[in-house]
């Protein structure tokens, strides 16, 4: 049984930073790439990054890159979502996501095939 389970959710205000989590269990970590999404109040769950099963080759959307890093720890089994400069606009329920079908693009959320349970990330002004 794979399970990926997030780190809790947090408050913070504009400009700070805030690292989010992810642990996966019952799964061969090495072998899955990875993403991160995000879906905020009536807006639709959009992607946050990806990276490789390797962990070399990373990918951003387009409103978070420069300020958000993605990485994975192979020791440890888990995933990081580095946030920095954080803007209100970024204030969203989060997810980590793995998938085994890698080298499409990483913001097909249906080829995702694990789940974390989300994160909830608030930035105030």
């Known amino acids: 049984q794979v399970q990926l389970v997030q780190s809790g959710g947090v408050s913070v205000q504009a400009g700070g930073s805030l690292t989010l989590s992810c642990v996966a269990s019952g799964a061969p970590y090495s072998r899955y790439c990875w993403g991160w999404f995000r879906q905020a109040p009536g807006k639709e769950r959009e992607g946050v990054a990806g990276?490789?099963?390797?962990?070399?080759?990373?990918y951003y959307g387009d409103s978070v890159k420069g300020r958000f890093t993605i990485s994975r720890d192979f020791a440890n089994n888990t995933l990081y979502l580095q946030m920095d400069s954080l803007k209100p606009e970024d204030t969203a329920m989060y997810y980590c996501?793995?998938?085994?079908?890698?080298?499409?693009?990483?913001?097909?959320?249906?080829?995702?095939?694990?789940w974390g349970q989300g994160t909830q990330v608030t930035v105030s002004s």
């Open positions: 996501a793995a998938r085994r079908q890698c080298g499409i693009p990483w913001t097909l959320q249906r080829t995702y095939d694990y």
């Open positions: 990276i490789s099963t390797g962990g070399s080759t990373t």
